[in-house]
Nanobody, 123 residues
């Protein structure tokens, strides 16, 4: 059974940093794209970042230059380093594993999801 477990969320002041981790188990994800999504209260879930099997990275415009996605294949873990955080980054952040190797610009490829971790940025 595929399992994704996020950690690293919390409360931080604007301008601060957090590092989210997503530990995967149940299968090896190194040959598949992985992604981070977020959902703020009253809003739809939105794409944040993705990394494909070659470690090419993709970002939403709203986080480009501030967030960095990376993966450790040996640990089957994906990270999201978040710097210069803003109050509008407040959301529940979800890790997701794709069924394909490349990121194709759609969340529909992501079949496995974690339970989410809360990130709150105070002004």
């Amino acid at each position: 059974q595929v399992q994704l477990v996020e950690s690293g969320g919390g409360l931080v002041q604007a301008g601060g940093s957090l590092r989210l981790s997503c530990a995967a188990s149940g299968r090896t994800f190194s040959n598949y794209a992985m992604g981070w999504f977020r959902q703020a209260p009253g809003k739809e879930r939105e794409f944040v970042a993705a990394i494909d099997w070659k470690s090419s990275t993709y970002y939403a415009d709203s986080v480009k230059g501030r967030f960095t996605i990376s993966r450790d294949r040996a640990k089957n873990t994906v990270y999201l380093q978040m710097n210069s955080l803003k109050p509008e980054d407040t959301a529940v952040y979800y890790c997701a594993a794709s069924q394909v190797s490349y990121y194709r610009g759609t969340s529909g490829d992501f079949a496995s999801w974690g339970q989410g971790t809360q990130v709150t940025v105070s002004s």
